[in-house]
C-alpha cells in the first residue's frame, strides 16, 4: 500500500471552500470596520468644521464605503453612512443615503435655518448678529487725591448797608448864591444866628422872609424861588425863628387882604419839623394878581423881627406908599431890611433906596435865561 494516497478532488475543493470563508469574512468584517471609523473621523471633522464657522451655517452629510459613496447636504451639520453605491440628500431635519447593501442616515447639529447663500460666496460667511459689539465708553473717574482737605473759607464779613443819598435839588444855571454886591451885616450859621437868601446874608435871630407872589412870578420865576427859600430855611440855625409871608395885589386864600402868613400871627423856631412844615406850606402857594407889598410889610414890622428879605421881580404899585410905610414902621432903622430884585431891574432904584434907609443889603438876581 501507498504510504501517501492520492487526495480526492472532492476532499481538495473542500479544504479551499474552508480555507477561504473565514479569509473573505475577515475582509469584510475589516472593509466595515474601516469604513465606519473613516464615516466616524468625516462626522468628527464636520462637526469641527461647523463649530468653527460659527454654527448654523451650510452643513455637509459625507458618508464614504468601500465601492461607494453617500453625500448629502442641508442647514446644519451632519454625517451619512451606507453599503453600496448611491446618493444621499440632507435636509433641515437630517440627510439620508440609499444604495446596495445597508443604507445610513446622518442628523445635522441643531442650529437656527439658515438660507443657502447665492451660488460664488463662500459659506459661513458672518451676519451682523455675529459682529462684535462695540465697546461701551465708560464715564471718566477722577482718581481720589490724598492729603489733607483745607477747612472751609470764613463767611465774608457783612457788608454795611449804605442808604443812597438824597438828591441836592440844585439851582439853576445863574441863579446867584454867592456874596452880596454890597455890604454884608453879617454871617449866619455857626454863631446860631443869622440867615441868608439868595446870596444875601443877615444877622438877628428873628428873620422874616416877604416874597412877591404876583402874576409875573408864574413859571420858572416862582420855582427857582422856592428852591432858594427851601435852602434859606433849611439851613437856619435852631436859635433861630422865622416866618414866611408872600404878598400879590389880593389873597385868594382868604379872600380878602394881600398877603399870606405862615404861621399866623406868630413866628416858630426853627426846629427840623418847623422848617419842614414851612417849606410844605410854600410849595402849596401859586402866583396870582398884582405887586403891592404893603399889607405883608406891615405884618412883618408887627413880628418884631431883627431882619427882613424883600424880593420882587416888578416895579410895585405904589412906590412912594411903600416908601413911606416903611419909613413910619421902621423910623430909626432897628430892623435890617435887605432887598432882592429878581430877574428885573424895574424897581432896582426903589429897592436900592429901601436898603440903604434900613441897613440893609441890595441885590440883583439875573434871569439865567437872559444873555
Same mark, same amino acid.
Given at each position: 500500500?501507498?504510504?501517501?494516497?492520492?487526495?480526492?478532488?472532492?476532499?481538495?475543493? @473542500?479544504?479551499?471552500?474552508?480555507?477561504?470563508?473565514?479569509?473573505?469574512?475577515?475582509?469584510?468584517?475589516?472593509?466595515?470596520?474601516?469604513?465606519?471609523? $473613516?464615516? $466616524? %473621523?468625516?462626522?468628527?471633522?464636520? $462637526?469641527?468644521?461647523? %463649530?468653527?464657522?460659527? *454654527?448654523?451655517? %451650510?452643513?455637509?452629510?459625507?458618508?464614504?464605503?468601500?465601492?461607494?459613496?453617500?453625500?448629502?447636504?442641508?442647514?446644519?451639520?451632519?454625517?451619512?453612512?451606507?453599503?453600496?453605491?448611491? !446618493?444621499?440628500?440632507?435636509?433641515? !431635519?437630517? *440627510?439620508?443615503?440609499?444604495?446596495?447593501?445597508?443604507?445610513?442616515?446622518?442628523?445635522?447639529?441643531?442650529?437656527?435655518?439658515?438660507?443657502?447663500?447665492?451660488?460664488?460666496?463662500?459659506?459661513?460667511?458672518?451676519?451682523?448678529?455675529?459682529?462684535?459689539?462695540?465697546?461701551?465708553?465708560?464715564?471718566?473717574?477722577?482718581?481720589?487725591?490724598?492729603?489733607?482737605? #483745607?477747612?472751609?473759607? #470764613?463767611? #465774608?464779613?457783612?457788608?454795611?448797608?449804605?442808604?443812597?443819598?438824597?438828591?441836592?435839588?440844585?439851582?439853576?444855571?445863574?441863579?446867584?448864591?454867592?456874596?452880596?454886591?454890597?455890604?454884608?451885616?453879617?454871617?449866619?450859621?455857626?454863631? *446860631?444866628?443869622?440867615?441868608?437868601?439868595?446870596?444875601?446874608? /443877615?444877622?438877628?435871630? @428873628?428873620?422874616?422872609?416877604?416874597?412877591?407872589?404876583?402874576?409875573?412870578?408864574?413859571?420858572?420865576?416862582?420855582?427857582?424861588?422856592?428852591?432858594?427859600?427851601?435852602?434859606?430855611?433849611?439851613?437856619?440855625?435852631? *436859635?433861630?425863628?422865622?416866618?414866611?409871608?408872600?404878598?400879590?395885589?389880593?389873597?385868594?386864600?382868604?379872600?380878602?387882604?394881600?398877603?399870606? %402868613?405862615?404861621?399866623?400871627?406868630?413866628?416858630?423856631?426853627?426846629?427840623?419839623?418847623?422848617?419842614?412844615?414851612?417849606?410844605?406850606?410854600?410849595?402849596?402857594?401859586? #402866583?396870582?394878581?398884582? /405887586?403891592?407889598?404893603?399889607?405883608?410889610?406891615?405884618?412883618?414890622?408887627? $413880628?418884631?423881627?431883627?431882619?427882613?428879605?424883600?424880593?420882587?421881580?416888578?416895579?410895585?404899585?405904589?412906590?412912594?406908599?411903600?416908601?413911606?410905610?416903611?419909613?413910619?414902621?421902621?423910623?430909626?432903622?432897628?430892623?435890617?431890611?435887605?432887598?432882592?430884585?429878581?430877574?428885573?431891574?424895574?424897581?432896582?432904584?426903589?429897592?436900592?433906596?429901601?436898603?440903604?434907609?434900613?441897613?440893609?443889603?441890595?441885590?440883583?438876581?439875573?434871569?439865567?435865561?437872559?444873555?
Amino acid at each position: 500500500m501507498d504510504p501517501f494516497p492520492p487526495i480526492p478532488a472532492d476532499a481538495e475543493v @473542500h479544504a479551499d471552500e474552508n480555507v477561504c470563508e473565514p479569509r473573505e469574512r475577515a475582509w469584510a468584517i475589516m472593509a466595515i470596520v474601516t469604513a465606519f471609523l $473613516l464615516a $466616524l %473621523l468625516i462626522m468628527l471633522l464636520a $462637526l469641527w468644521m461647523g %463649530l468653527a464657522g460659527g *454654527g448654523g451655517g %451650510l452643513g455637509t452629510i459625507a458618508g464614504e464605503q468601500a465601492g461607494g459613496s453617500t453625500a448629502g447636504s442641508g442647514i446644519g451639520t451632519g454625517t451619512g453612512s451606507g453599503i453600496g453605491a448611491g !446618493d444621499g440628500t440632507g435636509s433641515g !431635519d437630517g *440627510g439620508s443615503g440609499t444604495g446596495s447593501g445597508e443604507s445610513g442616515d446622518g442628523r445635522m447639529a441643531e442650529g437656527p435655518e439658515q438660507p443657502a447663500p447665492p451660488p460664488g460666496e463662500p459659506e459661513n460667511v458672518g451676519t451682523p448678529e455675529a459682529a462684535p459689539a462695540p465697546a461701551v465708553a465708560t464715564p471718566e473717574v477722577e482718581p481720589p487725591k490724598f492729603g489733607f482737605t #483745607p477747612p472751609d473759607a #470764613p463767611p #465774608p464779613p457783612p457788608q454795611p448797608v449804605v442808604e443812597p443819598p438824597k438828591p441836592i435839588v440844585q439851582p439853576p444855571p445863574g441863579l446867584p448864591t454867592g456874596s452880596p454886591s454890597s455890604g454884608s451885616s453879617g454871617a449866619a450859621g455857626g454863631s *446860631g444866628t443869622g440867615a441868608e437868601f439868595m446870596g444875601v446874608r /443877615t444877622e438877628g435871630r @428873628h428873620i422874616v422872609y416877604v416874597i412877591d407872589r404876583s402874576g409875573s412870578m408864574m413859571g420858572d420865576r416862582f420855582m427857582h424861588t422856592l428852591l432858594e427859600l427851601k435852602r434859606s430855611i433849611e439851613r437856619l440855625p435852631e *436859635g433861630v425863628t422865622f416866618s414866611v409871608v408872600f404878598f400879590s395885589s389880593h389873597n385868594a386864600y382868604s379872600g380878602g387882604g394881600s398877603y399870606v %402868613l405862615m404861621p399866623p400871627g406868630r413866628m416858630m423856631r426853627a426846629t427840623a419839623k418847623n422848617k419842614q412844615d414851612a417849606v410844605d406850606w410854600a410849595e402849596t402857594i401859586t #402866583p396870582d394878581g398884582g /405887586t403891592d407889598p404893603a399889607d405883608a410889610l406891615k405884618v412883618a414890622l408887627q $413880628l418884631k423881627p431883627d431882619a427882613i428879605f424883600l424880593m420882587t421881580d416888578g416895579m410895585f404899585d405904589n412906590p412912594p406908599a411903600i416908601e413911606s410905610l416903611l419909613a413910619a414902621g421902621n423910623p430909626n432903622a432897628k430892623v435890617s431890611i435887605n432887598t432882592i430884585a429878581f430877574h428885573e431891574r424895574a424897581a432896582e432904584e426903589v429897592l436900592k433906596r429901601i436898603a440903604a434907609k434900613h441897613r440893609g443889603d441890595y441885590r440883583f438876581v439875573k434871569d439865567p435865561r437872559q444873555p
